[in-house]
């Protein structure tokens, strides 16, 4: 099975690392939500991420979902591999979410 993992980084920061895909997406959701409960998270870093399919976008916007939910700033997002812009472009998501490069 594909190794993948959200893990606390700098302050205000989750560090994604792995494959994000649609075997590992619904247990990282469930860590990504218990990081947000606990502390202000600001940034997403996927300078980790080896590989993401569509799944791996649907985690990162659902992280962006609640976060707006508890914070007033938005979630930064940094460190994007180029295969999950891809996908976002390709959906027209980027601009929504600002994933300009």
């Known amino acids: 099975m594909a190794e993948a993992s959200i893990e606390p980084g700098k302050q205000g920061e989750l560090l994604f690392a792995g494959q994000l895909s649609f075997h590992t997406v619904p247990a990282l959701w469930q860590t990504c939500r218990k990081y947000m409960q606990g502390a ?9 991420v080896t590989n ?4 791996g976008l649907a985690l990162v916007i659902a992280c962006i979902r609640e976060a707006a939910q508890k914070n007033s700033q938005p979630l930064r997002l940094i460190n994007m591999p180029e295969q ?3 996908i976002a472009r390709i959906s027209e998501l980027d601009e929504i979410f600002g994933l300009k490069l």
């Open 40 to 48: 202000s998270i600001n940034t997403i870093n996927l300078e980790k």
């Open 52 to 55: 993401s399919d569509s799944a």
């Open 84 to 86: 999950m812009h891809t």
